[in-house]
């Protein structure tokens, strides 16, 4: 409950960021650098004078971003290679869960670290980056639902029906899958949105005067003795919507879980 | 079982299917060859493991391939050889479903379980009979009325979980029956389900199978469900028909030792009370070493020197269309036969 209020309040703060934003997030504010929090900055200004509270609000609009679209497109490209490894198997299954395999063997933020530093910065870079990152534990899952799936009783009888591949796999073998993958897709929104965060942070990310978190907490830095609010508040907003997507992830698992309904 | 101008419809003839495993070959149909006819109402019945499922899922070209292959023989339906068309091409598809349908043994576990029923219905009756969209789920009603379904409207709309397995098995008679097939095989239709409904499957399959002049096939262990239903019995062990006949000839006169065995291991009731079952002993041989003479052997109450050196035997005929694999007559073991 609490995870989905957090992400919907976020995702109104998104859309709604040039209404409740104070200030021009990227409007530098020079005499009034550095200012702690108060009646007129709430969340006090950075280096240059640009309003916490404001780039806090349109932070929120890049982490959504990446987040959604890193995700939609892990979960469409790693879902269908692993749907086609399960479903085919043999030399199509060798060759696409091999090469999943080694790219798991890497951290995911290690490699879409080094995605982002190849392909350079910019939100559409850290999209690509993100995403490529996360295909190898969606390809995973969705090999792993189709085998135990195509053995089911109901798929041999499609066969049996002179149902086509084609149709057994969207029509069927899919819709089965789509809980598990749909309670992980969620799961890693939350992760996605942490390695936009630790891109930017490291200066790989969302390139300034972008308003994105993890460049934020970094640009708080070297003043988190004297003015810790210009890193904390961001690091603080990060925590709250990885730890918020996480739980909607649980929570629509116990919703999906026919085995769990009726225990919360 | 008269009449001489009945029409051969599906021809299986010397099926050879083998799994291949690390431990070795599995010869689980090893020449097993069936006729059935026009309007007809066939068991095949036999042990676990005897290849009867092996061999139905072989003549649709079903077989999980690897570990399993048809290594040989004839499926004969409509003048063509079956196993000659590619395992997934489109002839092979237009004769699953449409020409020859299957029911499996898990009516709960066989149906989707996060599509409707009426969904499931519709997909099928579009696959072979290109009716889609409102016809198409017209048609689903339809057949959920002809199988008895109470209140079909409504429940078209329900989910397999709100079913219970007999009417889940339903469901699967009418998917299976929806496009008119020739065929319908049912692999153990009724195992899965409690002895009331077991029933009322049959009679329900009897009827509309006559109503609908498919033949129909039954695969299963249970010699209790075949003895009202079909006409013909093949009687399978280790991978081949051991025996076949009309039922009242393998039910009256049972001629090959199995058979009588499995007879004699079941209760009847026109039973003196009292009387034993006699259950076969030993165990249903290793299909992967199996030795050149006749599988039974090892446990045949009934053999003779000859069995222990020559070959098995081929089906020889002892009666109109009455034929058994065996070097013995039962008939002339008086006393045993008796008990039968």
Not at chain 1, 74 to 89: E, K, P, R, S
Not at chain 2, 39 to 47: D, L, R
Request: aromatic share 6%.
């Amino acid at each position: 409950m609490f995870g989905a209020v957090v992400i919907v309040i976020m995702v109104l703060v998104a859309f709604l960021a040039p209404v409740l934003a104070p200030y021009d997030p990227y409007q530098p504010d020079m005499q009034n650098s550095l200012a702690p929090a108060s009646a007129d900055h709430w969340l006090g200004t950075d280096a240059l004078g640009r309003d916490t509270l404001s780039r806090l609000i349109y932070g929120s609009r890049t982490s959504l971003v990446v987040g959604l679209s890193a995700v939609a497109a892990a979960l469409v490209l790693g879902g269908l290679l692993g749907t086609a490894a399960g479903f085919l198997g043999g030399v199509v299954q060798a060759v696409i869960m091999r090469v999943v395999d080694t790219l798991m063997a890497i951290p995911m933020l290690l490699l879409a670290l080094t995605l982002a530093a190849v392909l350079g910065g910019g939100l559409k870079n850290v999209v690509i980056a993100i995403s490529i990152s996360m295909i190898p534990p969606f390809a995973r899952l969705m090999f792993a639902q189709t085998l135990t799936i195509k053995e089911r009783d109901y798929v041999a009888s499609l066969r049996s029906m002179g149902a086509t591949r084609w149709r057994t796999v969207f029509g069927h073998v899919m819709p089965n899958a789509y809980p598990a993958v749909l309670v992980f897709g969620t799961m890693m929104i939350g992760n996605a949105i942490l390695g936009e965060a630790g891109l930017s942070y490291l200066g790989i990310g969302i390139t300034p005067p972008g308003a994105a978190w993890g460049a934020m907490v970094n640009a708080g830095f070297p003043y988190l003795l004297s003015n810790p609010l210009m890193s904390i508040a961001p690091g603080v907003a990060i925590m709250l919507v990885v730890f918020a997507f996480n739980m909607v992830g649980d929570g629509l698992r116990d919703v999906l879980d026919p085995r769990l309904r009726g225990t919360m | 079982m008269s009449g001489l101008e009945r029409t051969l419809l599906l021809d299986v003839r010397d099926l050879r299917v083998e799994f291949r495993t690390p431990l070795g070959t599995v010869r689980a149909v090893d020449g097993l060859s069936y006729q059935l006819y026009e309007n007809e109402i066939v068991g095949i019945v036999g042990e676990s493991g005897c290849g009867k499922s092996a061999s139905q899922l072989a003549v649709m070209q079903l077989i999980q391939s690897p570990p399993g292959f048809i290594s040989g023989g004839e499926v004969i339906f409509g003048g063509k050889d079956l196993l000659r068309h590619k395992r997934n091409g489109p002839e092979m598809r237009a004769v699953r479903g449409g020409q020859i349908a299957m029911i499996f043994q898990e009516p709960m576990t066989s149906l989707n379980p996060v599509i409707t029923i009426g969904g499931q219905l519709v997909e099928a009756v579009q696959l072979h009979c290109g009716l889609g969209g409102q016809s198409g789920k017209e048609r689903a009603v339809e057949l959920l009325k002809m199988v008895g379904i109470p209140a079909a409207e409504r429940r078209v709309n329900d989910y397999p979980h709100q079913f219970s397995g007999g009417m889940c098995q339903r469901v699967m008679i009418a998917m299976g029956l929806s496009c008119s097939p020739q065929i319908l095989i049912a692999d153990e239709p009724t195992t899965a389900l409690d002895v009331t409904t077991q029933a009322q499957m049959l009679e329900l399959m009897k009827s509309l199978v006559k109503r609908l002049s498919t033949s129909l096939v039954i695969v299963t262990h249970n010699l209790g469900v075949v003895a009202r239903y079909v006409q013909r019995i093949y009687v399978m062990y280790a991978g081949r028909v051991i025996e076949e006949g009309s039922t009242k000839d393998i039910f009256g006169r049972p001629r090959h030792p199995y058979t009588l065995g499995l007879l004699k291991s079941v209760p009847r009731l026109d039973e003196v009370q009292g009387t034993r079952l006699v259950p076969i002993e030993g165990m249903p041989p290793d299909l992967i070493d199996m030795p050149g003479t006749c599988a039974f052997l090892p446990r045949c109450p009934y053999s003779v020197e000859r069995c222990q050196t020559d070959p098995w035997p081929e089906l020889t005929s002892v009666g109109d269309g009455h034929r058994i694999r065996c070097y013995v007559d039962l008939e002339s073991c008086p006393v045993e036969h008796a008990i039968a």
